[in-house]
């Protein structure tokens, strides 16, 4: 098994992972609060990450040059802009089909990394990542009372374009991502996955810093108080970067950010197993078209 595959599934349940932290917050932090956290406690075990690789590995560090903060500066603001219109896509009516929309971010990157970097797939590829963005969109609506008329009226929404764009700024953010962590010249994948991880959280954690000095200060303060909860989002979500990161400087961004779907398999697994709740036939139809697509992935 190539190694790309096993940290892109531990990416995926850390993802999980946070995400279901950062609900939590919620109801204590605002929407700007509770995404800071992810940046501002997640930065310092960045750091530590590079450091230990580097005083405990005896790796060197790589040398920054304008390409690679071209690039993680680019991909730190999209990927911040992203979470913003996903979380707006809340305040709009059919808004689970905007955030099905949103799901395409495979497909999208695929087509980002072939204009980008050059990337191309083999067709087989395409099918399988198409069959896994079915079945993810199809989970989105699932639980929703949409019929066919709504459905193909939402299709050319101003929801379903917010959504759509959502998921193509994620896809260049993380086509930034591969490109920034490249363009160094590392002693290895791990290393300038890291290095890359470590320059962008603290980037992201600055602008989003001063963003709310100048926008909500109180929000500064919860953030603070809420230290022992943010802390865990923070080391969730900075060790689940560490491995999409890392994933991706080892693989193409489509292949990484398809298989990374499976992250909504371990949601509906919890769900079942250990919460005992229901899900309906179009939930079981999109978690196995998910897993066909992942197998695709996997064995084309």
């Not at 010249?185 to 954690?205: E, M």
Request: charged fraction near 10%; charge should be positive.
């Amino acid at each position: 098994m190539e190694l790309w595959i096993p940290i892109t599934i531990a990416a995926a349940f850390l993802q999980n992972l946070r995400s279901a932290l950062q609900r939590h917050l919620r109801s204590s932090l605002g929407t700007r609060g509770a995404s800071f956290v992810r940046f501002g406690y997640g930065f310092p075990v960045a750091v530590l990450y590079v450091a230990a690789l580097h005083f405990v590995g005896g790796y060197h560090l790589p040398q920054m040059n304008w390409p690679f903060v071209g690039w993680a500066i680019f991909g730190g603001l999209a990927q911040i802009y992203a979470t913003i219109m996903l979380v707006y896509l809340f305040s709009l009516r059919n808004f689970a089909v905007g955030t099905a929309y949103s799901k395409t971010e495979p497909v999208q990157a695929a087509l980002f990394g072939l204009v980008l970097l050059g990337e191309r797939l083999q067709p087989g590829t395409v099918v399988a990542i198409i069959i896994g963005v079915i079945g993810v969109m199809l989970i989105s609506v699932a639980r929703t009372p949409l019929n066919a008329r709504s459905l193909l009226a939402a299709l050319f929404s101003r929801t379903a374009l917010i959504g759509i764009a959502s998921g193509g700024v994620f896809g260049i953010s993380a086509v930034a991502y591969r490109s920034a962590s490249l363009s160094l010249d590392g002693p290895n994948a791990v290393v300038q996955a890291a290095f890359t991880l470590a320059f962008v959280t603290g980037f992201q954690t600055l602008y989003m810093l001063v963003w709310m000095v100048f926008t909500d200060r109180a929000e500064i303060g919860k953030v603070i108080r809420s230290w022992r909860s943010s802390a865990l989002v923070g080391l969730a979500g900075v060790l689940g970067s560490a491995g999409w990161f890392t994933a991706m400087t080892l693989q193409q961004v489509a292949y990484v950010r398809a298989l990374g779907q499976i992250e909504l398999v371990f949601t509906f697994a919890a769900s079942v197993f250990l919460f005992k709740e229901r899900i309906n036939r179009l939930e079981v139809l999109g978690c196995l078209l998910i897993l066909t697509g992942i197998l695709g992935l996997i064995f084309v």
